[in-house]
Nanobody, 111 residues
Framework: QVQLVESGGGLVQAGGSLRLSCAAS????????MAWYRQAPGKQREWVAT???????NYADSVKGRFTISRDSAKNTVYLQMNSLKPEDTGVYYC?????WGQGTSVTVSS
């Protein structure tokens, strides 16, 4: 069974940092394009960042310059480094790849 398992969420003050991890149960997932999405309370899920199989990265304008997506194929893991966090970054963060979704990890940024 294919699984994506996120971790690394938590409570942080504005201006702080967190690093999210997405561990994949199959190596082919991290050889595919992988993405992070987030869903704030009462809002629709939105795309945050993508890393292609070739390593090209793209970011939503709201996180550009603050978040970095990366992958460690040897560990079958994709990361999202989040710096200069803002209260509006609060939400549940989901990993997505090859049609599979993780269960999400919660991020709360206090002002």
């Amino acid at each position: 069974q294919v699984q994506l398992v996120e971790s690394g969420g938590g409570l942080v003050q504005a201006g702080g940092s967190l690093r999210l991890s997405c561990a994949a149960s199959r190596s082919f997932l991290t050889r595919s394009a992988m993405a992070w999405y987030r869903q704030a309370p009462g809002k629709q899920r939105e795309w945050v960042a993508t890393i292609t199989s070739g390593g090209t990265t793209n970011y939503a304008d709201s996180v550009k310059g603050r978040f970095t997506i990366s992958r460690d194929s040897a560990k079958n893991t994709v990361y999202l480094q989040m710096n200069s966090l803002k209260p509006e970054d609060t939400g549940v963060y989901y990993c997505f790849g090859a049609t599979y979704w993780g269960q999400g990890t919660s991020v709360t940024v206090s002002s």
